[in-house]
């Protein structure tokens, strides 16, 4: 195989290795905060619990503030498995999106089936966390925030321009980086390069003294 179709492999590679996110790891991604009208849209909250060996169970509350309202309401509670809507704004059109198979949550986002443009605002989540040792209980609680713009469905035009230009970027961004990789990996079999010439210079200096020799010798016997 070349070595630069082993570089393009190793970096194919890289990037798939990237792409697969490792299994079970909890990690605290930040929801987006743009909803397109009309589309679902996930609200998304992650808190990820401290000392994963002790047991621990959570409950998730939600709360809304719209840009008019002054302060914010409850929205949304979920605990033993269950989660109800508390408000009637978002009547049929919220769903959980977080942990499914555990009491001890880490995952509390709600999905909104419907964005309207109402929906703009402050959303907030909370957890409530309790950890269970043996002869305590430990009550953490940690809050996130968001604000939410609603914005009005791209047009196709739009949309197909844009998703072209970012292929381009992409593609570019790419290029550069196999670029700098192959300079860098030139670089330093190059570096290799001139050792291993450096190397058998000797090793010809050594057999031409030798050949010179037994040239000599061979002189001398006759
Ligand atoms: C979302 O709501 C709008 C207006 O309330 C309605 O016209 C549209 O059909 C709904 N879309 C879906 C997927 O339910
Ligand atoms: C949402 O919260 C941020 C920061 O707490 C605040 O600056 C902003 O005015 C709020 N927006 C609305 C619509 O309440
Ligand atoms: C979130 O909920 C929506 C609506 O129920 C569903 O279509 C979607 O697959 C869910 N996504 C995840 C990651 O659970
Ligand atoms: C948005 O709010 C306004 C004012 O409260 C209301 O008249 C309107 O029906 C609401 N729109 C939707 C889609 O819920
Ligand atoms: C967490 O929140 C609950 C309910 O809001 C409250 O009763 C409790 O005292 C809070 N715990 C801590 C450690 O702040």
Do not use: H
């Not at 942990?99 to 605002?121: A, C, M, P, R, W």
């Not at 670029?179 to 200096?205: D, F, N, P």
């Amino acid at each position: 195989m070349s070595s630069e179709l082993r570089l393009l492999l190793l970096s194919l590679t890289l990037l798939g290795l990237q792409a697969v996110p490792s299994r079970g790891a909890c990690v605290e991604v930040d929801s987006d905060t743009e909803a397109v009208a009309n589309e679902g849209f996930k609200l998304g909250c992650i808190s990820c619990k401290m000392r994963g060996e002790v047991r621990a169970t959570a409950a998730v509350s939600w709360f809304f503030k719209a840009a008019e309202d002054t302060d914010f309401s409850l929205l949304y509670t979920y605990m033993n498995r269950e989660g109800s809507i508390r408000d009637p704004r978002f009547e049929e059109r919220l769903d959980w999106n977080g942990s499914k198979k555990t009491e001890d949550l880490q995952d509390g986002s709600i999905y909104i089936l419907n964005v309207t443009f109402n929906d703009t605002g402050n959303y907030t989540c909370t957890f409530e966390r309790t950890l269970i040792y043996t002869n305590y209980e430990y009550q953490t609680n940690t809050s996130k925030s968001i604000y939410l713009r609603v914005v009005p469905k791209l047009t196709r035009g739009m949309a197909s321009i844009l998703s072209e230009v970012m292929m381009y970027v992409s593609i570019i961004g790419l290029q550069l980086w196999l670029l700098v990789e192959m300079i860098y990996c030139y670089r330093k079999i190059s570096a290799a390069g001139e050792e291993a010439l450096r190397e058998s210079e000797a090793e010809y200096l050594a057999i031409a003294s030798e050949s010179k020799e037994n040239c000599a010798a061979e002189q001398a016997a006759e």
